[in-house]
């Protein structure tokens, strides 16, 4: 019965879903749950780029995610102008309508695999061109004698969520969407079909026919083990935000910088200008059971010290002023998205565990959304996602350890944590950590091979 909804979780995915779905059934009665101040939240803490081919990576990411997440990202990025041309707040929310992707000079294999791979990707879709010499030196005036080539992405604009929602937050009320500003505690399906939804404020309960789950990293947690839900994960995302940018280039004024993934599970370095004038240099990821985590200092370093070296000179660097911001990016056990109805408890939608991409993608979730509501089936793109699935195999043994190998190789490098000439050995010691970690793996999990990102959390608490 589509009369009584209520919505787990107030970030991006959550906050559309109410409105797209209050937009097509105004009668249905809407209350979306959590923290007014979204505490941790994902959304609040990306930069947020609308990343398509900019995140597209190599290695066995290529053979089990590439066509999807292309397909997803360029429907959904389509889908969001839309949204706010609708709106009317397209010139409020979009700060950038072009990326530009930069390779440095000496860049790791594994950067370079990266950014080879995005350029012929997007290359191929025409959206993109190769910057010539001069314009790189015009992009970069400080740093361009650091890099070896550059491409400018098309259409990979970016979102000022502090406006984004400003914005959502007022039509949210408009629309007579109720907001209960409470986490939830538990989540309890009935006999009679219908959901009871404990919230931690004053001890009170709702219950109601369907439910759309949207609680980041604890949509896991907050349901009871018989329904045997994919477990979930964090990825704590570290980002600094630059007040007085006046100084810095244009290019960081008008566009997204930003680099490849240079190893690990993290999105690259990158620069995105905001709407109240400020400048967002993110971001970390170092991924983490679901509980309240600390910034990595290393990565506040990182940081700040390659946006002095490669983007835009220390000269400008070093007088600026500005603040961290803190996000859990939710990611589940093996590596997926977790998108769509359980498969017993069908009045139950998840729509979570989209790591680096969820903001892109929120359109084109929550279309997916819509389709359950009207008893349709979601498009093949997120097939095979429900969060009561079995687990989903990343990749062979030798790419999961190919992968392995190279992104922590290449990381190791961007933290100096040893020298270009002892690269030899350091990989022969990657792989033994690799050999090792695999096998254990493939013990607690027969038959499939988890996202190498993830090994070391899994075999930190169960070996
Ligand atoms: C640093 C960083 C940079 C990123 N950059 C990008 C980017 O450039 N482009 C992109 O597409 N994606 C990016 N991402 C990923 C993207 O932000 C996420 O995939 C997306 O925001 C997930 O949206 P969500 O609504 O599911 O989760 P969230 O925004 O995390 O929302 C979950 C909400 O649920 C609330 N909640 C949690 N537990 C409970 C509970 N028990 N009861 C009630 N409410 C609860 C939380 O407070 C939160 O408000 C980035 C993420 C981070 C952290």
Redesign the pocket.
Known sequence: MLDNLAI???????TLCAIEIKKKYPKIKIQI???KN????????????A?VYAEIENGPFKDANEARFLNIGLKARHKWLKIFDQLKITKKVITAKDTIVFLKKNASSFENYNYNNMKEAALADKKAHLLVKNKVKQFFPNTYNKIQEATLLKDEFAICTVALFNHLDKIKKKYGIISVNS??KKIKTLSNNKIRIDLQNENKSLVVNNIIV???S?SES?FDKKLKLIPMLQ?V?S?IILNDINDLPNSFQNYVVRTVNRGGAQ?GLHTVPRSNGTLYL??GNYISRPGIRAHRLETIRYLYELFSDELVGKKIAYPLYGNLSL????RTMDGFPCIGNHQIYQNIFFA?G???????WAPEIVNQALKWLDGKKISNDFEGWHPDRDMISYGNDKKCIDYFVNSRLSAGLEHNNFSENQTNKIKKELTNIANNQIKKIKKLYPGIIINPDNWQIILNNES
Request: proline share 4%.
């Open positions: 787990v979780g107030n970030g991006i995915i959550g749950i959590g923290d979204r505490p941790f939240s994902a959304s609040v803490g990306a930069g947020a780029m990343n986490h939830v949207t609680a980041g604890n907050i990825g995302g980002a999105c993110g971001a996000g859990y990016r939710p979570t989209t790591n680096r991409v969820g903001l892109t």
